[in-house]
C-alpha cells in the first residue's frame, strides 16, 4: 500500500511538473556552459515619456504603478537609488526595461533591451520571488512545487529502489560514494578553503 | 526485456549518484524564493593582515585583485563592481567565495593588506553549491563542478528514461496521459505568454 502511493506520488508529482523541471535543467545546462552560450542583447530602445505631476512619483510604488499602467510595463521590478535619481528596473524574461526619473525633470528616461534567446533562458532560470502580479506569484508557487519535488524525487526514488531491488550493493556504494562528494565538499569550504 | 532492465538501471544508478544534488537544489531554491533567515546571517567576521610587497603598475585593477589574491593563496572570484581606489591611494577590493567573502584594502604605501573575513555558516555554504562550478584557487571544487553537470545529465535522462518506463508499463496510463500531455502544454503556452507579455 504504502509502495504504491509512493510510486504513484513519485509518478505524478513528475508528469505535472515535468516541462517545469525540464525547463530548470536545460536552463542550468546553459548557464552552467555560459562561454558556448552567451548571452547578448539583440534589440534596444530609448524612449522618453513626460511624467504628469510630480506626486505620481512621491513613492517609488506610485511611480511603479504609474509606468504599469500608463506604459504597459510588465514584470517585476526593482528600486535603485543614486542621490536623487531613482531607477527602476522591470524585468521579465527575455526583456529588461530601465526607467530613470531624475529630480526637477518631469521626464522619465526610458531604456528597453530584449535579449537573445539564451538571455531568455537566463531569465525563466532566475525569475523567482512572490512579487509582480497573480502570474509571477503563480510562477513563484510551481518554482516551490519544482523545489519540494526535487526533495520528494530524491527520497521517494531512495525508497523505490530500496523496495524494488534485492541485490544494493552497487547502489549502496554509488549513495555512499556521492555522499562522501558532498560532505568532503562542505567540510572542505567550511574549514579549508 | 533487456533495454527495460537497462533503463531502470540507469534511472535508479543516476539518481542515487544525484540524490544529494537534488536535495541541495530543493532546499537552495526554497531559500531563493522565501530568504529564510538562517541562511541570511552576517557570520563571523574576523580580521587580519599581512604584508605584501607589489609594486604600482599598469595592469588592470582585476589582475591586481587576482595577484593580490594569489599572494595572499586566498580562494575565489574578485568582484570589480566592488572595487576601487580611495582618496588616500589605498586599494579596495571584494573577494567571494561559497564559504567566505574578504574585503581586502592593499596599500602601496606601508605595502600591507588588511583584510576583513566574513565566514559564511553551514547554511549559506549549502545553498551556495546550487550553482558553484569552479572557483579559483579551490581545487576541490572541481569534483563539485563536474558532479553538478552530471546531474543535470542524469536528471534529464532521468526524465526520459522514467516516462519511457510508465509507456512501456501498464499502469496509470490514462490518467497518466491526461497530467502528462496538460501540463506540458499548460506550461509551455504560460513561458509562451510570460515572453510576450510580460
Keep these: 500500500m504504502i509502495y504504491h502511493t509512493i510510486r504513484r506520488l513519485h509518478l505524478y508529482s513528475g508528469f505535472v511538473l515535468a516541462a517545469f523541471i525540464m525547463m530548470y535543467f536545460v536552463t542550468g545546462f546553459v548557464m552552467i556552459f555560459e562561454d558556448r552560450f552567451q548571452r547578448k542583447d539583440v534589440e534596444e530602445r530609448e524612449i522618453r515619456t513626460p511624467i504628469p505631476s510630480r506626486a505620481v512619483v512621491s513613492s517609488t510604488d506610485a511611480l511603479a504603478g504609474w509606468l504599469q499602467q500608463e506604459l504597459g ?36 528616461f526610458i531604456t528597453i533591451k ?46 523505490l529502489w530500496w523496495k524494488t531491488t534485492s541485490k544494493r ?13 558532498t560532505a568532503v565538499t562542505i567540510i572542505y569550504l567550511m574549514f579549508y578553503s | 526485456m533487456h533495454m527495460r532492465r537497462l533503463l531502470v538501471n540507469i534511472h535508479y544508478f543516476g539518481g542515487l549518484a544525484c540524490f544529494w544534488y537534488l536535495i541541495v537544489l530543493g532546499v537552495s531554491s526554497l ?10 546571517d552576517p557570520g563571523d567576521t574576523i580580521q587580519w593582515s599581512r604584508p605584501l610587497h607589489l609594486q604600482p603598475n599598469d595592469t588592470a585593477r582585476q589582475d591586481l585583485s587576482e595577484t593580490i589574491r594569489d599572494s595572499l593563496a586566498l580562494a575565489g572570484w574578485p568582484l570589480f563592481w566592488e572595487t576601487r581606489f580611495d582618496s588616500t591611494g589605498v586599494y579596495h577590493f571584494t573577494l567571494e567565495q561559497p564559504a567566505r567573502r574578504y574585503l581586502i584594502a592593499y596599500s602601496f604605501n606601508d605595502y600591507n593588506a588588511r583584510i576583513t573575513e566574513i565566514r559564511k555558516n553551514f547554511w549559506q555554504v549549502f545553498v551556495s553549491l546550487h550553482g558553484a562550478g569552479e572557483v579559483p584557487n579551490a581545487p576541490v571544487m572541481t569534483v563539485w563542478m563536474w558532479y553538478s553537470r552530471l546531474t543535470i545529465v542524469v536528471v534529464l535522462i532521468s526524465l526520459i528514461t522514467g516516462i519511457y518506463i ?29 515572453y510576450l507579455h510580460g
Design chain 1, 73 to 108: 510595463l510588465g514584470g517585476q521590478w526593482y528600486e535603485e537609488r543614486r542621490k536623487n535619481d531613482v531607477t527602476l528596473h522591470f524585468r521579465h524574461p527575455g526583456t529588461v526595461t530601465t526607467v530613470r526619473v531624475m529630480p526637477n525633470i518631469d521626464t522619465a
Design chain 1, 114 to 159: 530584449k535579449g537573445n534567446v539564451y538571455s531568455l533562458m537566463h531569465g525563466f532560470h532566475r525569475l523567482h520571488g512572490y512579487q509582480g502580479g497573480v502570474n509571477y506569484y503563480l510562477w513563484s508557487f510551481f518554482y516551490d512545487l519544482s523545489a519540494l519535488s526535487m526533495i520528494v524525487f530524491a527520497v521517494t526514488g531512495l525508497y
Design chain 1, 169 to 181: 550493493l552497487a547502489g549502496t556504494l554509488v549513495l555512499l560514494s556521492f555522499t562522501a562528494v
Design chain 2, 31 to 40: 531559500h531563493f524564493n522565501h530568504r529564510f533567515s538562517f541562511g541570511e
Design chain 2, 166 to 194: 510508465w509507456m512501456i508499463g501498464k499502469r496509470d496510463k490514462k490518467s497518466g496521459n491526461i497530467v502528462l500531455i496538460g501540463s506540458l502544454f499548460a506550461t509551455l503556452l504560460w513561458m509562451a505568454f510570460m
